[in-house]
């Protein structure tokens, strides 16, 4: 049964920095695509950042760019995401997503087939 785990969210000040972690226990997570998502309260869920299998490519959304780095370890079936300079709209549940089918990550939360029960990072002012 797969499973993706996250944990490193809380509570911090505007301009702080938090690293979420997913562990995930799939057989083939080195040729897995994986993906960062988060939903604020009364909002939708948004893509974040993606990596491909290789960790050779990442992706970002652009209010995330400059500012968050997501990683992998395919040797800990581990993925992360730094997170720096955060503001207060990075509030949200932070979701960790794999992509089974594929090597190549996608920007669109359908194409992803496992997720993980979230972790909450809060940011005050």
């Known amino acids: 049964q797969v499973q993706l785990v996250e944990s490193g969210g809380g509570l911090v000040q505007a301009g702080g920095s938090l690293r979420l972690s997913c562990a995930a226990s799939?057989?083939?997570?080195?040729?897995?695509?994986m993906g960062w998502f988060r939903q604020a309260p009364g909002k939708e869920r948004e893509f974040v950042a993606s990596?491909?299998?290789?960790?050779?490519?990442?992706y970002y959304a652009d209010s995330v760019k400059g500012r968050f780095t997501i990683s992998r370890d395919n040797a800990k079936n581990t993925v992360y995401l730094q997170m720096h300079s955060l503001k207060p709209e990075d509030t949200a549940v932070y979701y960790c997503?794999?992509?089974?089918?594929?090597?190549?990550?996608?920007?669109?939360?359908?194409?992803?087939?496992?997720w993980g029960q979230g972790t909450q990072v809060t940011v005050s002012t």
């Open positions: 799939i057989r083939t997570f080195s040729s897995t695509a």
């Open positions: 990596i491909t299998w290789s960790g050779g490519s990442t």
């Open positions: 997503a794999a992509r089974s089918t594929s090597r190549w990550s996608s920007r669109n939360d359908d194409e992803y087939d496992y």
